[in-house]
Nanobody
Framework: QVQLVESGGGLVQPGGSLRLSCATS????????MAWYRQAPGKQRELVAA???????NYTDSVKGRFTISRDNAKKMLYLQMNSLNTEDTAVYYC????????????????WGQGTQVTVSS
């Protein structure tokens, strides 16, 4: 059974910090590309940060310099450190794992967590 479980969300004031965690099971974590997405009310789900199996990272412009994505392959955990939070960061944050497998044909494996709510408000 594949499971991705997010935690660490909550209510914070503008300028505050949170660290989100994603615990995984049922996958060979070290070979998966991982990412954090978020979805605010009435908006499309967007990519926030990604980290490859080789630990290369990228971020959406609005979070650069404020958020840091990291992974711990030994613990099969994904993290998102969020600093200097503002109200525009309010959203449900989702953990995603994906793998592209090449053999006779291309195969894509994608798994999502259920999300954790982050609310930034004074």
């Amino acid at each position: 059974q594949v499971q991705l479980v997010e935690s660490g969300g909550g209510l914070v004031q503008p300028g505050g910090s949170l660290r989100l965690s994603c615990a995984t099971s049922g996958i060979i974590f070290s070979i998966y590309n991982m990412a954090w997405y978020r979805q605010a009310p009435g908006k499309q789900r967007e990519l926030v940060a990604a980290i490859t199996s080789g630990s290369s990272t990228n971020y959406t412009d609005s979070v650069k310099g404020r958020f840091t994505i990291s992974r711990d392959n030994a613990k099969k955990m994904l993290y998102l450190q969020m600093n200097s939070l503002n109200t525009e960061d309010t959203a449900v944050y989702y953990c995603k794992a994906d793998l592209t497998w090449f053999d006779q044909r291309r195969r894509d494996f994608t798994f999502w967590g259920q999300g954790t709510q982050v609310t930034v408000s004074s």
